[in-house]
């Protein structure tokens, strides 16, 4: 007969290792208590939350904790999340920008994703694993990650560079060739016999289901989405997205076809209409969602004892593709016209594995196409080259300017270019960024006869603002030495005409340590990260929001007949005072709409007094509402407003308290004025 001791102890391991979720509700807290802590925690590390995601699903499936059994509900809200990504491919589909880019799309990406399967054709067939296995490994590890490769290029500021625009083209093919992979893919499990005819029936129904909803859809679309804009109902909008992105994809799985397929064609049906900003985050939330929850089923597939017994097998599928794809994309990118530099920074971007090559293999998981054996090892390779995907991304300019000869004469060609054209001015002005904003700055110095050195990172605004005489070079305004090259010690100032705050942010940190008596002027979008910036060092931080609002008074006072000098002294003293006057606003449901961080955003909040607040009879000063970080901006009493009161202001029941600050801090001072 067993001790108590050791019934205990049994029983506390099985808590430990615990049971599977039995109910749906269980099995949504832990994927919810999951997901919190993940993208929080990715978040502090500046990661992809994907791979976060892909994490818990390793740590608590059924191969390790198994908190989440693989069942089949679960692989079906997964699905849900495939659909919801490739609706925002859609989405991002243009013809337009296809065809601007359609060299660097069908010549480099098409190259690179075609003789990457052909590859693993060859590779497959060598060994004896069949054509069929080849190619859909070879589809799935053609893929890069979309998602890890765009958000690490927009942080470093390169999307318009050389490579830039190569790892976008490159992402832009991969997305569009998983369209004819899910439709292929399923095919290739029928018999010998019967595969050319369901190829061709699969083709057939993709062309007659693509015909017909890119004919019709896109005029049906367009008016449809306007009848549902008229009704003025964000929920009805939000509905209407829902319906048309899982309707689409219901008749494409009706027609045999993926559900993938269907929201892709809803995506790409609204892109060509004005609605599709909207609609874009109006959809985030459940694709970001219902996503994270399929990379957690990925996870979930992963047994790391598989992956322990053949290490050296992980190890070979890791290093393999990865060598692979980086020697193609840098051969294809020299091939076309790339620099060396240019090449290996491509290489390097795009050399890791992608969610789309899960989703292929997710596709073909129950139709024995790839051995079993091999699935463990495939994943865990694919999951370990996304994990030091940012890794070869950070270190890709160092490796470019180590092994690249010519990619130190391409960069001093690159200063001496900026140095030649800054060399014949001083006192002049340093604009990063010569976008709209810019350009209009630049016209007003020359009207004045002020001379200034432009800095931009699209080659093709460049090229033809400098041949129609601007005085605009291309350079990355992000890094200490071009500011240098642009003659930063001899400007009289340095305008940041972007609205960019983490590039702000470190183009200021140059700034100070060159000339730390440079006025810096930056360009916000709102008063959310105007305090960030003063305190980093800018001398004059102007919101858009702010400035265009000045311009709409302006006007209504000079036509309301108040004299002109009265109203460009008000203006005067608000700018003086750094906008004070119009920080805060009273938030109301239009504001998200217009794409504001509600959470960085200051709020004024009214707070009405009755005879049982506790403020009732205290004065400001003793309710000590600064203290919360709050400031009381007005109290009206009666019909009279007070703007500014002084702390010696008594309250009275009827009061209105208008208070200005964060929407935490807001709360807080509401209960104290109410409460205590």
Not at 153 to 179: C, K, N, P
Not at 481 to 502: C, K, M, N, Q, Y
Not at 520 to 547: C, H, K, N, S, Y
Not at 598 to 611: K, M, N, P, W, Y
Request: net charge neutral.
């Amino acid at each position: 007969m067993e001790d108590t001791d050791s019934i205990g102890l049994k029983y506390n391991i099985r808590l430990f290792k615990a049971t599977p979720m039995n109910t749906t509700l269980e099995l949504v807290l832990v994927l919810l208590a999951s997901a919190v802590g993940v993208v929080a925690l990715a978040r502090k590390l500046h990661l992809p939350p994907m791979l976060g995601y892909l994490l818990v699903g390793i740590v608590i499936g059924p191969h390790a904790l198994g908190w989440i059994p693989e069942s089949e509900g679960t692989s079906h809200l997964a699905e849900f999340g495939v659909v919801f990504l490739m609706f925002s491919i859609g989405l991002e589909f243009s013809l337009q920008r296809l065809m601007a880019m359609r060299r660097i799309v069908f010549g480099l990406g098409g190259a690179q994703v075609v003789l990457t399967v052909l590859a693993a054709v060859a590779i497959f067939m060598l060994i004896g694993a069949g054509w069929k296995t080849g190619i859909v490994l070879g589809g799935a590890l053609a893929m890069s990650s979309t998602a890890i490769v765009i958000k690490l290029v927009a942080e470093r500021m390169e999307m318009e560079s050389a490579h830039g625009r190569e790892i976008v083209g490159i992402l832009l093919f991969q997305d569009l060739a998983v369209v004819p992979l899910l439709i292929i893919l399923p095919a290739l499990s029928q018999h010998p016999e019967e595969l050319a005819q369901h190829l061709l029936w699969a083709a057939l129904k993709a062309a007659v289901v693509l015909g017909v909803l890119l004919f019709f859809g896109q005029r049906v679309m367009r008016a449809w989405f306007h009848t549902i804009a008229l009704r003025r109902s964000r929920e009805l909008f939000m509905l209407n997205v829902l319906l048309i992105t899982l309707g689409l994809a219901w008749l494409t799985n009706l027609a045999g076809l993926s559900l993938a397929l269907g929201a892709f064609l809803a995506g790409m049906l609204i892109s060509e209409t004005e609605y599709r900003h909207q609609v874009e985050e109006d959809i985030k939330p459940f694709r970001d969602v219902l996503l994270g929850l399929f990379f957690v089923t990925i996870g979930m597939l992963l047994d790391l004892r598989v992956v322990a017994d053949h290490f050296w097998l992980v190890l070979g599928l890791l290093a393999g593709p990865l060598l692979f794809k980086f020697v193609l994309i840098a051969a294809l990118s020299r091939g076309l016209g790339g620099s060396p530099g240019t090449a290996l920074r491509t290489g390097l971007g795009l050399a890791q594995a992608g969610e789309f090559g899960f989703v292929i293999l997710s596709t073909v998981s129950g139709v024995s196409l790839v051995p079993e054996q091999w699935m463990q090892p495939i994943l865990a390779a694919m999951l370990l080259s996304m994990l030091i995907a940012p890794l070869l991304i950070h270190y890709s300019n160092a490796v470019a300017l180590r092994f690249a000869r010519s990619e130190w004469m391409t960069r001093s060609l690159e200063l001496h270019r900026i140095a030649a054209q800054s060399i014949t001015v001083e006192k002049h002005v340093v604009i990063c960024g010569y976008g709209r904003t810019g350009q209009n700055l630049a016209r007003l110095l020359e009207q004045e006869g002020i001379g200034y050195v432009a800095l931009d990172l699209d080659p093709e605004r460049v090229a033809d603002a400098a041949a129609a005489g601007d005085s605009v070079v291309y350079g990355d305004s992000a890094r200490s030495e071009t500011l240098v090259a642009a003659g930063l010690r001899r400007a009289s100032a340095l305008v940041i005409s972007f609205h960019d705050t983490p590039a702000s942010l470190k183009i200021i940190h140059h700034a100070q340590q060159i000339i730390p008596s440079l006025p810096v002027i930056v360009r916000t979008r709102d008063d959310a990260d105007m305090d960030r910036l003063q305190q980093a060092g800018a001398a004059e931080v102007v919101p858009d929001t702010f400035e265009s609002s000045l311009m709409l008074g302006t006007h209504a006072l000079v036509l309301m007949g108040v004299p002109l000098k009265r109203v460009v002294r008000r203006i005067r003293d608000i700018r003086n005072k750094r906008y004070e006057l119009l920080r805060g606003f009273f938030h109301g449901e239009g504001d998200e709409a217009d794409g504001l961080d509600e959470a960085g955003q200051a709020h004024l909040h009214s707070v009405t007094l009755s005879v049982a607040s506790r403020a009732t009879g205290f004065t400001l000063g003793e309710l000590a509402l600064e203290a919360l970080g709050v400031h009381v901006v007005a109290v009206r009493h009666g019909r009279v407003r007070i703007a500014s009161p002084p702390l010696s202001m008594r309250l009275a029941s009827g009061d209105v308290v208008v208070v200005l600050g964060k929407p935490e801090q807001v709360a807080a001072a509401e209960i104290r004025i109410q409460t205590g």
